[in-house]
């Protein structure tokens, strides 16, 4: 069986009898998990058993964890601190902040195999320009060569252990003050613009081989009318010819409002799939994820198999309690725990950021 192009959420912690028939559906490719699916790691590790164990090539297991306000799993897990904390240490000693970006990112990859997730949506990559809320600390820097080299650490570290990095939200979500969770937000900017400041870290990372990308719900008019997460330009002749990149586009959530505008969840799911996206993820509204698989119809994409196959974690020897005993996780939760971490922006609930 296939990986197919849709990504749906669970209801908690366990795995019902239901859901074990939508994940069997040949449409579904994977899982994307929230806080409310995690009470300790041993229930973790147990559910993501379990759904790797329902087929064959394994579904994927995505997480939004980032570090910060966007973590999903923190009781038993290393609080991780939000990706400005790296930028805020590179004014004033690049080359320690480098270091422990790196640092961060394996932390953050080898917690997450530990407990049987394949990889994480991370890091932002989008600039820091303090207009928009929903990024802001969860950005690195506000300056794209800052962001490019503290990422690209990142990405290197989450490597190291075994995972693949998914960056977003491309092609930069910084520079609007609305949030997509809640309305569509507008960047009127020219593309020239774009290019030259966000689109930086982006176009650093694909060079140096980074494996997924969100592209955001947001339109950028100059360019096209639809978000950049429905739009062929964006993602097929800007991301694939222009670019060059080879990984997999995951779509963001398309049950948020910056979504909305190319309809109903069928319509919204074959938009993206036509822009370009591999898979679309669709959260906190099951019962339409399951009705959309009753109506949707896609033909695997021998191309995007592969890609997707690629996002497959490298299975951890030890759980998580386990790796505690290492020396090296001893030694790098010690090394970031001399970050200075100012006080976090509570935005609610946890379970809408991607």
């Known amino acids: 069986m296939s990986l197919g192009p849709v990504m749906p959420d669970l209801r908690g912690p366990f795995l019902e009898p239901d859901e074990e028939e939508m994940l069997r559906h040949p449409l579904v490719g994977g899982v994307i998990l929230f806080a409310r699916n ?23 297991i995505g997480v939004d964890h980032e570090g910060g306000r966007v ?11 939000p990706c400005r904390s790296y930028g805020r240490l590179y004014d004033s000693d690049r080359s320690k902040a480098l270091a422990l970006s790196r640092k961060g990112g394996w932390l953050l990859a080898v917690e997450l195999a530990a407990v049987g997730v394949d990889f994480s949506f991370a890091p932002v990559l989008d600039l820091d320009t303090r207009r928009s809320r929903v990024i802001g600390d969860r950005a690195f820097h506000g300056q794209p060569d800052a962001v490019a080299e503290l990422a690209r650490q990142f990405v290197l570290g989450m490597k190291n252990a075994g995972m693949a990095a998914v960056g977003k939200h491309f092609p930069g979500h910084g520079s609007v003050h609305e949030d997509s969770h809640h309305e569509t937000p507008v960047d009127d900017r020219r593309y020239e613009d774009i290019l030259m400041k966000d689109m930086v870290p982006f176009r650093r ?36 010819r222009d670019l060059g990149f080879q990984g997999v586009i995951f779509s963001d959530d398309i049950s948020m409002a910056g979504a909305e505008s190319a309809g109903d969840y069928r319509r919204r799911t074959l938009a993206a799939v036509q822009a370009g996206c591999d898979m679309v993820l669709v959260c906190n509204n099951q019962p339409a994820a399951m009705q ?55 935005l609610g609930d946890d379970d809408r950021e991607t």
């Not at 973590?71 to 601190?81: A, E, G």
């Not at 997707?308 to 030694?331: C, F, I, N, V």
Request: charged letters at 25%; hydrophobic letters at 40%.
């Open 205 to 240: 990372l694909i060079d140096a081989g980074l494996a997924g990308i969100m592209p955001a719900h947001v339109i950028y008019p100059q360019v096209d009318q639809q978000p950049a997460g429905f739009s062929s330009i964006w993602l097929q002749q800007i991301l694939r």
């Open 71 to 81: 973590q999903r799993f923190r009781d038993q897990f290393t609080h991780l601190p």
């Open 38 to 60: 995690y009470r300790d790691p041993q229930q973790l590790a147990e559910l993501t058993r379990r759904i790797h164990r329902l087929r064959t090539p394994p579904l994927l």
């Open 292 to 346: 959309l698989l009753d109506s949707l119809e896609v033909d695997p994409d021998p191309v995007s198999q592969v890609r997707l196959m690629r996002m497959h974690g490298r299975e951890s020897s030890t759980d998580l309690a386990g790796l505690k005993q290492d020396p090296e996780w001893q030694a790098v939760t010690g090394a970031l725990a001399a970050l200075d971490i100012e006080p976090e922006l509570d």
